[in-house]
């Protein structure tokens, strides 16, 4: 189904960020506490991710390049409850139809590590291979074989910039994992595993975290907790607007809205809103089960939502402060 995948990739698979973005929730969802990122040329040229996660099963390793194959949802009851950052099994198989793909895996029982490799559509057999426990997948020369795609790709810097915002937001998101990242061989970011309040320190800086205050709400299995800027951090160039449901980055109207009526409510600012903040609730009360490349949700209980998130800021925003 050359053709066809191909096709299904381009509505994944953008630019050299979204599979950056697949290879890290690949990582994440693999129980990894250590993640590696290679870059070269913006990932047109290369994007390597090294995990030390549970790793593949030798012989499930062509079927982790082919569509629709997932090892995350036993059954359609599972898409009710979903705790995985991947699900559908098209990730991997969407990038390997349109770049040059290896994949090697280790597994901690098995003897050795297994390397399978593709061009385009084209599978080869796994092969013998050295790793540690874990996997590296590599991904060469983005859509080698979609010139009219490849020619939408911006500048190196640009792509670049992009593949560090994914980068950033997983950083943000999982502070239990050390990450590195490096761009045409130089060290860009190294994170070790901290605290949450000390990762948004790490990764967005002392200039927005010396200026925020820390929440935590909980009510009825729903809790709140992250980083909200005072008026005392004016935004620099980047917008720092990142919220988190059970771990997945979300920009969604619902969302923004009850922030954007705390900080206007309670500091009277009316666009400078910067938060870091990290929603958890039970799977069950959101549906995540959308277009893998959208950043909605849709809560069952949205307006109940949409009031916890508002008091619960804008309680935190009115706190006196020493
Ligand atoms: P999905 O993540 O939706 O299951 P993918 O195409 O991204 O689908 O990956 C296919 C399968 O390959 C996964 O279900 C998982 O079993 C396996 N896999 C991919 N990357 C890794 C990794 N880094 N570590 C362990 N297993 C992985
Ligand atoms: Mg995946």
Redesign the pocket.
């Known amino acids: 189904d050359g053709l066809i995948s191909q096709i299904a990739a381009g509505e994944v698979i953008e630019r050299p960020a979204s599979v950056l973005k697949?290879l890290l929730?690949?990582?994440i969802?693999?129980g990894a506490t250590e993640i590696t990122v290679n870059i070269a040329q913006g990932g047109l040229k290369l994007i390597r991710v090294t995990?030390n996660?549970?790793?593949?099963p030798a012989e499930e390793l062509p079927l982790?390049l082919t569509r629709h194959?997932?090892?995350?949802i036993a059954s359609q009851e599972d898409l009710h409850s979903i705790t995985s950052l991947?699900?559908?099994?098209?990730?991997?198989?969407s990038i390997a139809s349109v770049s040059y793909l290896s994949l090697i895996?280790h597994q901690p029982a098995g003897k050795h590590a297994w390397e399978i490799r593709s061009e385009g559509t084209r599978l080869m057999s796994p092969e013998p291979s050295s790793h540690m426990a874990g996997?590296t997948?590599e991904v060469r020369d983005l859509f080698f074989n979609l010139p009219a795609r490849r020619k939408f790709l911006k500048t190196e810097a640009t792509e670049f910039a992009h593949c560090e915002e994914v980068f950033r937001r997983m950083a943000l998101s999982h502070a239990d994992i050390t990450f590195t990242l490096r761009h045409n061989g130089n060290l860009r970011s190294h994170w070790q595993a901290a605290e949450a309040a000390e990762r948004i320190g790490a990764v967005l800086g002392e200039e927005f975290s010396g200026a925020a205050t820390w929440m935590d709400e909980q009510s009825a299995g729903i809790g709140l907790q992250g980083m909200l800027a005072l008026p005392a951090y004016s935004r620099a160039t980047r917008d720092m607007q990142y919220f988190f449901v059970n771990g997945r980055f979300i920009r969604d109207k619902l969302i923004t809205h009850a922030l954007r009526e705390a900080y206007r409510d309670v500091l009277h600012l009316d666009r400078h809103a910067a938060f870091v903040l990290y929603l958890a609730i039970d799977p069950e009360q959101v549906d995540v089960n959308v277009h893998p490349t959208k950043t909605e949700v849709r809560f069952r209980e949205a307006r109940a939502i949409h009031q916890f998130i508002y008091h619960g800021v804008s309680k935190a925003l009115a706190l006196p402060r020493s």
Request: aromatic letters at 4%; zero cysteines.
């Open positions: 697949e929730e690949n990582s969802d693999a995990d996660g549970s790793g593949i982790a194959a997932t090892s995350k991947g699900f559908r099994g098209e990730g991997l198989a895996s996997t997948v």
